[in-house]
């Protein structure tokens, strides 16, 4: 750190700024950046193995530096990491004699609920492909409920996705938590964007209230119609 000091102190007086005054502006700064960037690089590593427990540290430390304030909304870095472990098991697949053996829904689940986190445009991505390629209800439920936290819904992109994983979970493997999950997204999205202009939607929400699902789930899709109708 003294070296690297040094070098912004020499910097300063080559363009004739007060060495003194330069060290009291950046020294801090070059301090944090310094210590969060070697944060991250442990993350990197933790999330890069292929122990499921060392994955599950390396998001605990995400969220760590989330509610610590350490990065801000929608940062690469962070959405990098987080890419790669709602992936893992699906996207990134690493297999031994023919087994996959990186198949982890609970490190899915759990950077689906950071990227709910993070934000931004690329987190919304993130989520909206899973939807796609993911099988596991636990992870699909918690990426649609993420969706509903980041309220995006330009074009009805967001509503369309979630509905469309819903027309495919009911004809596949109906689930009472992603059929409840997808219920409380279309909500958010809606108080969001003052509404849902979205027949997909409305028909993933009937398909709900008419489905295998408990009475449970199946009162809450019409009370989430009734909802929509007063927007």
């Known amino acids: 750190?003294?070296?690297?000091?040094?070098?912004?102190?020499?910097?300063?007086?080559?363009?004739?700024?007060?060495?003194?005054?330069?060290?009291?502006?950046?020294?801090?700064?070059v301090e944090e950046f310094y210590l969060q960037s070697m944060e991250m690089q442990i993350i990197q590593e933790q999330a890069?193995?292929?122990?499921?427990?060392?994955?599950?540290?390396?998001?605990?430390?995400?969220?760590?530096?989330?509610?610590?304030?350490?990065?801000?909304?929608?940062?690469v870095e962070v959405?990098?990491?987080?890419n790669s472990l709602v992936n893992e098991g699906v996207g990134h697949q690493v297999r031994e004699n023919n087994r996959l053996i990186n198949d982890f829904p609970v490190v899915r689940k759990e950077a689906c609920a950071l990227m709910g986190k993070l934000g931004g445009e690329n987190a919304k991505e993130s989520l909206t492909g899973i939807l796609r390629q993911d099988a596991e209800p636990m992870v699909l439920s918690e990426a649609v409920y993420q969706l509903?936290?980041?309220?995006?819904?330009?074009?009805?992109?967001?509503?369309?996705?979630?509905?469309?994983?819903?027309?495919?979970q009911n004809t596949i493997n109906p689930s009472d938590n992603f059929a409840y999950a997808s219920l409380l997204a279309f909500q958010k999205l809606a108080k969001a964007?003052?509404?849902?202009?979205?027949?997909?939607?409305?028909?993933?929400?009937?398909?709900?209230?008419?489905?295998?699902?408990?009475?449970?789930?199946?009162?809450?899709?019409?009370?989430?119609?009734?909802e929509l109708r007063s927007y």
């Not at 959405?79 to 987080?82: A, D, G, P, R, S």
């Open 48 to 75: 890069s193995t292929l122990d499921r427990d060392m994955k599950l540290m390396a998001l605990d430390n995400i969220e760590s530096m989330l509610d610590d304030g350490k990065v801000g909304e929608g940062d």
């Open 1 to 29: 750190m003294k070296r690297n000091l040094g070098v912004f102190i020499l910097l300063a007086c080559i363009l004739s700024v007060p060495a003194a005054i330069f060290a009291q502006d950046t020294e801090g700064t």
């Open 193 to 226: 964007n003052g509404g849902l202009q979205d027949p997909y939607a409305f028909r993933a929400i009937i398909m709900i209230a008419q489905g295998p699902y408990i009475w449970e789930v199946r009162v809450k899709a019409n009370e989430v119609l009734s």
């Open 79 to 82: 959405h990098y990491i987080l």
């Open 148 to 168: 509903g936290v980041l309220g995006m819904n330009e074009n009805n992109e967001v509503s369309t996705a979630i509905a469309e994983a819903v027309r495919s």
